[in-house]
């Protein structure tokens, strides 16, 4: 039985998509068999960061409502061995999607990968108890910013109560230059926030934006320090 991972965060536009598009390819890189699920219903993105938007034939609405079979909505990666994407919908409403359809679909997903690594909404809306609903365990995505971290505060305490019990949080773009200046909050403001450990510190780099827009992940540059620190944090996340 695989791992399910949820990536949460309190605010929108801090990197979740970006997390879970290197996360997923650096951990099929180490050998691992990973499907990275969109779970921002009706608003998708991570079929765009891995450039898949063109072999969607069927989404987690179709699958949710029946339509067609789990193996079918699936999209392989033809760069990364093992990397697999389940689409969300996009522009269509998710009907009658309730926690025991997500629970299992999730426990189907667990069966066959080693680590099902999913890209939630950010915030606490009402899907989020659908979202992380049997996952073993949430990364909290936050920015060095006082609302980015009292928001990502608040989702790590609804997960809780959901009953996610393994949970940390990691930093993206960080520019290091600002740290220790009083200017925005640095790793110790962080710490102080969090009861949850960090699981690792991913810089502000304009190649990950570029990346990003060009659908491909930008670890796949093996020899760059981002696919080490990449790696780091799989290696810390995941052993
Ligand atoms: N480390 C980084 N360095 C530079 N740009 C980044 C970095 N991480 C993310 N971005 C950029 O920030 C923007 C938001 O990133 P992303 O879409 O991953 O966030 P998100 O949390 O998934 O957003 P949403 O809440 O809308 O789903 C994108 O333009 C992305 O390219
Ligand atoms: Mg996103």
């Not at 399910?4 to 068999?33: F, H, M, Q």
């Amino acid at each position: 039985m695989g791992e399910a991972v949820l990536i949460a965060s309190g605010k929108g536009g801090v990197g979740k998509t970006t997390i879970a598009t290197n996360l997923g390819a650096t951990l099929a890189l180490r050998g691992a068999s990973v499907v990275l699920v969109d779970l921002n219903m009706s608003l998708r993105n991570l079929d765009l960061y891995l450039g898949l938007e063109n072999e969607i034939l069927f989404d987690m609405a179709d699958v949710l409502s029946g339509l067609c079979s789990i193996s079918k909505s699936l999209v392989r990666d033809p760069r990364f061995q093992g990397l697999y994407l389940l689409s969300g919908a996009q522009c269509k409403e998710v009907a009658g999607l309730t926690p025991a359809h997500m629970a299992a679909l999730i426990v189907q997903l667990k069966k066959r990968f080693d680590v099902v690594l999913a890209d939630g909404p950010s915030g606490v809306p009402e899907h989020l108890r659908c979202a992380a609903v049997n996952m073993d365990r949430a990364i909290v995505v936050v920015t060095p910013d006082h609302s980015s971290l009292r928001n990502g505060d608040m989702v790590d305490k609804k997960l809780q109560e959901i009953g996610v019990e393994n949970r940390c949080y990691l930093v993206n773009k960080v520019i290091p230059e600002l740290f220790g200046r009083n200017i925005v909050p640095d790793l110790e403001d962080m710490a102080g926030v969090f009861a949850t450990p960090m699981a690792g510190v991913v810089s502000y780099d304009e190649n990950v934006h570029i990346a990003n827009n060009r659908g491909y992940p930008i670890v796949s540059a093996r020899d760059s320090y981002i696919a080490g620190n990449f790696d780091r944090i799989a290696q810390k996340l995941f052993g």
